[in-house]
């Protein structure tokens, strides 16, 4: 069965500063897509960025870029120059196209200190 | 723009009451997702269904049951409300196809059993 673990249940950044988010992952499937999710305090929940298996390079979206290492079955979220409005609960999520699940990580609190 | 709406943002149910929780998108996506949502557990699968009338057990479905009988609209059905059952309800909605796999939430439902 494939699990998300997420180690850090809550992080601290200073605005501006870079913070890193953990996140591994296990599965024996060798196609799926890995996702970060941001919910913020109104409870939507907002994607970050997506990474397909299959692609070797990370993918970015603006301050936003993740460290995939497949073969460590590891999906870290950086986020660069971190604002006010980054502060939010931040989960890592798997979706594997043999079973068809959606399944998340147990989630991050960041705050951001000005 | 993808929509998913949940029925309700807040709601206060007896224990023993029969509770819905309805869902609906409007992209004509094939997957919808059930998750319930509790601090520290992050969002765990309740039930899922990739077609009309079709579904499966996700990780914790014991309590529950579902219903799609159109494919626009996913239900989850306490049969018997209980007080663990407190908790915050998240539905998904999932498109797949050339732009990859991506899934797309309601707003959430914040069910109180009393």
């Known amino acids: 069965a494939q699990t998300v673990t997420q180690s850090q249940p809550e992080m601290s950044v200073q605005e501006a500063e870079t913070v890193t988010l953990s996140c591994t992952y296990d599965?024996?499937?060798?196609?799926?897509?890995l996702f970060w999710y941001k919910q913020p305090p109104s409870r939507q929940m907002i994607l970050v960025i997506r990474?397909?298996?299959?692609?070797?390079q990370n993918a970015t979206e603006n301050r936003f870029s993740v460290n995939f290492q497949k073969a460590a079955k590891s999906f870290s979220l950086k986020i660069s120059d971190s604002q006010l409005g980054d502060a939010a609960m931040y989960f890592c999520?798997?979706?594997?196209?043999?079973?068809?699940?959606?399944?998340f990580g147990t989630g991050t609190l960041l705050a951001v200190q000005p | 723009d993808v929509k998913v709406t949940q029925s309700s943002r807040y709601l206060v149910k007896r224990t023993g009451e029969k509770v819905f929780l309805e869902c609906v998108q409007d992209?004509?996506?094939?997957?919808m997702f059930w998750y319930r949502q509790d601090p520290g557990l992050g969002l765990r699968l309740i039930y899922f269904?990739?077609?009309?009338?079709?579904?499966e057990k996700g990780d914790i479905p014991e309590g529950y049951s579902v219903s799609r009988e159109k494919k626009e609209r996913f239900s989850l059905i306490l049969e018997s409300a209980s007080t663990n059952q407190t908790s915050m309800y998240l539905c998904?909605?999932?498109?797949?196809?050339?732009?990859?796999?991506?899934?797309?939430f309601g707003q959430g439902t914040r069910l109180t059993v009393v």
């Open positions: 998904a909605s999932s498109s797949g196809g050339n732009r990859g796999w991506l899934a797309f």
């Open positions: 599965t024996s499937e060798s196609d799926y897509y």
């Open positions: 990474q397909e298996a299959y692609k070797q």
């Open positions: 999520a798997f979706y594997g196209g043999a079973t068809n699940k959606l399944i």
């Open positions: 992209m004509d996506h094939e997957n």
């Open positions: 269904s990739y077609d009309v009338k079709m579904k």
